[in-house]
């Protein structure tokens, strides 16, 4: 299968192509301006073709593009998007030329200047060896503009001389004279693209197509993206070539280039055909709603589940699609959409995914059974679990740090937790209960990401209760509501008693709240900043737990040899002693096993 190999590669056999593709994983210092290795295999490969070979290559050391027949022909026109025209592109080619001859032809040099290229290589190959190498370096002229080259050669291989080009490099890149340019060359400015299919209730105001689009944009901040214009088009429904109409893809790529935005957000999942249209027309990088979201997981993923069930979502996401996000997302080498987690470069080599997502799930399961054995030792300590559940930023790891008096992190940002958390809950009455922190909620949730966090999701699917947490002061309130139900209930975790709290009822104070519907009547007001609100939600969880544990001591005979190893069994031994006649234990156990043991009860 071909990926991203461009050029004349048709009549080549099946194994040539499978060497120039294992190119893509060679490991390039970025200190290393021409890789040996890289060399030899092009020199290698070049003189078994009898053909050119050109490998694009970042600053950064990743081959971004190759390409096979003419170097003239080997077009990356996305480099132009990348940066101001007054900057290089940050990308080096390096080709070969069978027969031999170094030197540089003159479409060589356009090519340099036209793409702007940090330099242009050219490897003579003679026998499957390099015979001797020519480099050129672009220069300004007087207005500061790439017009020239600055030839070096003929070089051989092992010459010491190529490192020093790195430097030159970042020289002639500095900003000329003072001409305006922008310093955030890698800030990723965003045009925000939506549809309006349906014609729904309004909401404050704003249509689902229109507020949908606001929480894209909060997607797009929490991600470090700058949103530079939004778009929201209305259409019956959405196009199978372009999403949107294609005269409107035409319009924005001259609107992106007046103002200067270097991506395309849209608020639904593309198709990798999509994609590619739309990259193509537009002439900028295009990623949709999931990739915002599965980048912001893969930057805020900590354990190691965490991340790897965010690559797992990530590559499943990415495998149907990687002719569209293949090819241009890895030629413009960085940013959203490229990143896994821990700023790792995702896979882009059809193979490889496989491979890697099947280890992923092999380790995941290894994960998910250590998860389950944590699950059956916590029902063991007759603890009751509660799961906190919610929209995004509804404040339920706030709450949860209210109740337990813990320092779980919370922020103002989507997403802030990823992996669960669990703290103990102390109850008025001495019983203890878990909670759970969980990941949020989103509308639109990408079921690649919803299947990959399965076994964290599971956490509200196991527990004996729910805590449903309500952002009261949001006029989204009732959607998110909706939004988490449904996923609950697509989950299998409503059959089990659900408190729903109304948070951030500090903020709702004094001001007329606007009509919500979809919570119960009981719905309980709190306030996890404030406290407001907070013992009473206490006694609610006591009374979901109706006795279900409770504490004793018992004094277990020297002759009652069983009643040790069963109150540890059914329960939590607080405390234990030896004394003269028995064992004295103080325990927490289920009060459905009380009953066993009652004779040995010694008051309370
Ligand atoms: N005014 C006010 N702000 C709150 C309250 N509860 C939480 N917040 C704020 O809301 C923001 C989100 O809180 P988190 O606790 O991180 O929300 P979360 O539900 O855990 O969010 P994710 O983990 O991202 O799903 C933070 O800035 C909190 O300070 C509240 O009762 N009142
Ligand atoms: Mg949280």
Known sequence: MLIELKGNVESLKKSVIDEIEQLYNLEISPDNFLPYELAEKLAHITDKINREIAVFINRRGSIVDISVGDSAKASIPDLETRRDMTRLSGIRCIHTHPGGDARLSPVDI???LKLRLDAMVALGVREGRVNEIYAALPERDETGIFARAQVYGPLELSSDGFRAFLGIIRDIDKPFGNMAYDMGDEEEKAILVGLETLQGRLVNGMSEGQRSLEELEELANTAGVRVVHKILQKRPSADSAFYIGSGMAESINVMRQAINA???????????AQVRNLEN???????????LILDIFAQRARSREGKLQVELAQLKYRLPRLTGLGTVLSRLGGGIGTRGPGEKKLETDRRHIGRRMRSIERELKEIGKRREMLRESRKKDAHSTI?????????????????????VFAEDKLFATLDPTVRRLK???????MLIDTVGFI???????????KSTLEEAVYADALIHVIDISSSEAEVQISVVNELLDSLGAMNK???????????????????????????LEVSALTGQGIDKLKENISRIFPKEQTEIKILAPYSEGWILPFVHENGRVVAQKYEE???????IIKTSNVNKIREYLVGK
């Open 110 to 112: 356009s090519s340099l």
């Open 262 to 272: 270097n991506m395309v957000i849209f608020d639904d999942a593309l198709s990798g």
């Open 281 to 291: 027309t537009t002439g900028v990088k295009v990623i949709d709603r999931t990739v």
């Open 387 to 407: 799961a906190l559940v919610g929209y995004t930023n509804a404040g339920k790891s706030t709450l949860m740090n209210k109740l337990c008096d813990a320092q």
């Open 427 to 433: 109850l008025e009455d001495g019983r203890e209960a």
């Open 443 to 453: 509308r639109k949730l990408p079921h690649e990401l919803v299947e990959a966090f």
């Open 497 to 523: 008693p659900v408190i729903e709290v109304l948070n951030k009822a500090d903020l709702a104070d004094g001001k007329e709240r606007p009509p919500i519907s979809g919570f119960k009547a009981g719905a």
């Open 581 to 587: 006649n028995g064992i004295l234990i103080n325990a």
